[in-house]
Antibody, heavy 119, light 110 residues
């Protein structure tokens, strides 16, 4: 069974750096046919794609947030890490990680983790 | 990367059909047959319903279908059921390894 689980801080102070971890099971991060994406959803608003990483370390980032985002993976520990710098209240959201396939499909999603940015 | 445009809400009675549009540009929806649709119930993670414009994953009801014409993709739900009441989001590949989601549509079953 394929599962993904997000973990990280619930509360972040403005200007801080957010670090989120996605731990996967049921598939390998070395599988060339798939990768992991991060997607967020502010309260009551739409989904927003943030970044993804594939087995060959190919990465892509949301153009608008590129300077703030870093994505990396630890294949042996089955983890994908997203960091976002200079957090602001507008970054308050539920952050999801999802498996992405080569045909651009987010087929399996984690439950999401809520991050609030506040002083 | 502007969000794809969807109607904010659609309502219909049980048993009827609805169609949700998803309008992008020639740089995303119009250029790639890589449009997917996701269903999201309140407080839950999104669920894949349609991929590559019109393909259904195993386990998804055949009441859900997808299509595309030009820069606009569409999701049709036929034989509307109470359980279909949810938010629906389209998503398109936008080139250079990037993706863009739609603004979301709230479906209400009257």
């Amino acid at each position: 069974q394929v599962t993904l689980k997000e973990s990280g801080p619930v509360l972040v102070t403005p200007t801080e750096t957010l670090t989120l971890t996605c731990t996967v099971s049921g598939f390998s991060l070395s599988n060339a046919a798939m990768g992991v994406s991060w997607i967020r959803q502010p309260p009551g608003k739409a989904l927003e794609w943030l970044a993804h990483i594939f087995s060959n370390d190919e990465k892509s980032h949301n153009t608008s947030l590129r300077t703030r985002l870093t994505i990396s993976k630890d294949t042996s520990n089955r983890q994908v890490v997203l960091t976002m710098t200079n957090m602001d209240s507008v970054d308050t959201a539920t952050y999801f990680c999802a498996r992405i396939l080569l045909n651009s499909v987010f087929d399996i999603w984690g439950q999401g983790t809520v991050v609030t940015v506040s002083s | 990367q502007s969000a794809l445009t969807q109607p904010a809400s659609v309502s219909e009675s049980p048993g009827q059909s609805i169609t949700i549009s998803c309008t992008g540009t020639s740089s995303d929806v119009g250029s790639y047959n890589l449009v997917s649709w996701y269903q999201q119930h309140p407080g839950k993670a999104p669920k894949l319903m349609i991929y590559e414009v019109s393909k259904r994953p195993s386990g998804v009801s055949n009441r859900f279908s997808g299509s595309k014409s030009g820069n606009t993709a569409s999701l049709t739900i036929s034989g509307l059921q109470a359980e279909d009441e949810a938010d629906y989001y389209c998503c398109s590949y936008a080139g250079s390894g990037t993706y863009v989601f739609g603004t979301g549509t709230k479906v209400t079953v009257l």
